[in-house]
């Protein structure tokens, strides 16, 4: 192995990036990134979508070479050192190479093998692994049948396996339920805090930006500001605010009339009210020029990270806010309808049950929220929802059909985006467009309408010849919604659809449901992001195929209030509600041991 220096940190000094793309356009990625990371310290790289975080994790990873500047790994230069770098750092993708079909003990034997491990070191490594990641109990079983916390864990383990002096972790809570982000940052801390390590990580939470001793925020492949986190809260100083909705209105609809604002540079519900920021030099009365902001229902509040985040990028992104979106009609039916009912909903596999007994019901142009930990029952419920998977037992009716009988029928009716990108990769935007219409049997003058409105609200015309594989994350999400509204459906089901979006293109996805709603169109929606379930009317929280919460979002908070020492958000609660449902189990579990 080359020499190098192992107490030396990460050093970027003006880095270049490009990628050319099919289209034959050049893509500048990074263009003259300068920071370091110091040893034994946590880093955050947060930005959004297309700013440069993956890139720069890839270079640092000895993965592709920068087109210019100089970038060093523990005093090796990646781009002359590559084998020697890789052989001292753990890397951690967003998609975590784990081979499904293996157990848990065979893939962290399968990395140790690939990273040349002897056996006396692995007995050490492995009781150490196990204990920091709780997956002992699950040595055995094969790592497809994890939930996601768990594959995350197991990652996060394969690329510890050989104690490695820097750590690269790319997302690693992306599509990972409050529970076992909370874990997972456990261990990162105590990797940092009590083992010393060093910690490069990328992030679309910044409330983990927060927890880091410094943070890089980039866009478009540039620096915009860096230093400690309390370095990026501080430039929004006197410029946050909580307003509370008055005269019947919502949290909702106030956040979508400030976003509107041409004085408000964001604006978020929560915990029941409206968070919002304004310009360091706007006028010092908040309410001027803003008739649903009075000095009754406004207060200043102390500024938070992402406060100063977005201070930043609406200075420099000048992206506009979205203006929501018109449908060319209502969806059809009468205000208050049930637009979905779910009565004693059983599935099993097998011997497993998925989903047990569960019943709640959603009214039209509600915008619902199936909530839980990863491997509670979600994504199945859903799935049965949409048609796609057939009821053990239990009547489910969706937009007046009973999907037991007339699955076909209902399937008209609803559109469906998935978790993930399930979009033809090879193919351009306008030529997906063209497939979903012709799979939904839009035909002649409405098929082109239907396609000309889709580029049109979504904004997609510039992009219509980019394969959608090369799309910016934030428009592959627009692109996925724009198929799913093509036949222009009376309910629309969301699975985890901004799973890995930055804050921006989340604000932007939100400004178009709520529209949605608003003209009478049903929502169903599964995220882990807690704070996206105040955008929703209503919402249940599963777990272990239970159901064991139901209400609006400020009933389900009014359960974790008791104690709490400060205002419960919906992640304190998501947590309590189901930390208690799981003691609860398991005290009774033991008891009928014993």
Known sequence: MSPGDGSAPLIVRNVRKAFRRETGETVQALDGITFEARRGTLTALVGPDGAGKTTLIRLAAGLMPPDEGDLTVAGLDVGAHRQDVQERIGYMPQRFGLYEDLSVQENLDLYADMHGVDAQDRVQRYARLMEMTALGPFRSRLAGRLSGGMKQKLGLACALVRSPEMLLLDEPTVGVDPLSRRELWEIVLHLVREEKHTVLVSTSYLDEAERCDHTVVLYAGKVLAQGAPADITARAKGCSYLAEPENGQTARSLQARLLQSPGIVDAVPQAGHVRFVRPNDADTDVTTGEPALTPSNVRAVPPRFED????????NAQRPHSAGMTLDRPPAGNGGDLAVQVRDLVRNFGAFTAVDH????????????LLGPNGAGK??????????????????????????????????????????FSLY???SVSENLEFFASAYGLRGRRRRHRIEWAMEQFELKSFARLPSAQLPGGYKQRLA???????????LFLDEATSGADPMARREFWGRINALAEQGVTVIITTHFMEEAEYCDRAVILDA???LAEGTPA????????????????????IAIVEEARSSAANAHAKGAA
């Open 379 to 420: 994504t199945t419920t859903f799935r049965m929802l949409c048609g796609l998977l057939p009821a053990t037992s239990g009547t489910l009716r969706v937009a007046g059909a009973d999907l037991r009988t007339s699955r076909a029928s209902a399937r008209q009716r609803i559109g469906y985006m998935a978790q993930k």
């Open 425 to 427: 990769g090879q193919l």
């Open 358 to 369: 569960i019943s709640f019901d959603v009214r039209r142009g509600e915008i619902f929220g």
């Open 545 to 547: 195929g239970r159901l």
């Open 308 to 315: 100063g985040f977005m201070l930043l990028l609406r200075a």
């Open 555 to 574: 009933e389900i908070r009014a359960g974790a209030q008791a104690g709490a020492i400060h205002e419960a958000t919906m992640e304190d609660a998501f």
């Open 481 to 491: 919604m724009a198929t799913a509204l093509l036949h222009e459906p009376d309910i």
